[in-house]
Antibody, heavy 120, light 110 residues
Framework: EVQLLESGGGLVQPGGSLRLSCTVS????????MNWVRQAPGKGPEWVSG????????YYADSVKGRFTISRDNSKNTLYLQMNSLRAEDAAVYYC?????????????WGPGTTVTVSS | QTVVTQEPSFSVSPGGTVTLTCGLS?????????PSWYQQTPGQAPRTLMY???TRSSGVPDRFSGSILGNKAALTITGAQADDESDYYC??????????FGTGTKVTVL
């Protein structure tokens, strides 16, 4: 069974940093692209960032470009999202999601999410 | 700035049929956008229903179907059931590794 589990969420002050992790099991991690999607309270989901299966390709929404960095460690079956210069509008539930057979097929299996709160 | 538009809400009777659409603020949606569809209930992670326009994700019942209708992607629920009451989001792949979520449609079954 494919499983994804996010961790690392919490309360951070504006301007601060946080690193999210997503550990996966049940599939060959190195064969799939991965994504981070967030959802602010009462809003729809927003795609944040994606990464190719090898890690050689990384992609970002304009809203986070230059502040967030996606990475992966295929030896540890783990996806990361380093978030710097956090703003109030970055507060959300952050989901990691496995890409489909092809990266451009979108998200396939999702984790339960981890909550990021940005407040002083 | 790509804006992906969906109907804000739909109401459908149990056993009825409803078609949700997913359009672009400028331009037409085609299969080259690889439209995908997701179902979400409050407090839960999204669930993948459809990808590559019309391919059902594993375990998704065949009352859900995807297509291109005119210049939009579409998700049709045929024979709606009570537990289909959810928010539905489409996603378009706009190239260069970038995805855009639609504005979402709230479906009520009553």
């Amino acid at each position: 069974e494919v499983q994804l589990l996010e961790s690392g969420g919490g309360l951070v002050q504006p301007g601060g940093s946080l690193r999210l992790s997503c550990t996966v099991s049940g599939f060959t991690f190195s064969s799939h692209g991965m994504n981070w999607v967030r959802q602010a309270p009462g809003k729809g989901p927003e795609w944040v960032s994606g990464i190719s299966n090898s890690g050689g390709g990384t992609y970002y929404a304009d809203s986070v470009k230059g502040r967030f960095t996606i990475s992966r460690d295929n030896s540890k079956n783990t996806l990361y999202l380093q978030m710097n210069s956090l703003r109030a509008e970055d507060a959300a539930v952050y989901y990691c999601a496995q890409s489909g057979y092809h990266y451009y097929y979108g998200m396939d299996v999702w984790g339960p999410g981890t909550t990021v709160t940005v407040s002083s | 700035q790509t804006v992906v538009t969906q109907e804000p809400s739909f109401s459908v009777s149990p056993g009825g049929t409803v078609t949700l659409t997913c359009g672009l603020s400028s331009g037409s949606v085609s299969t080259t956008y690889y439209p995908s569809w997701y179902q979400q209930t409050p407090g839960q992670a999204p669930r993948t229903l459809m990808y590559n326009t019309d391919t059902r994700s594993s375990g998704v019942p065949d009352r859900f179907s995807g297509s291109i209708l005119g210049n939009k992607a579409a998700l049709t629920i045929t024979g709606a059931q009570a537990d289909d009451e959810s928010d539905y989001y489409c996603v378009l792949y706009v190239g260069s590794g970038i995805f855009v979520f639609g504005t979402g449609t709230k479906v009520t079954v009553l």
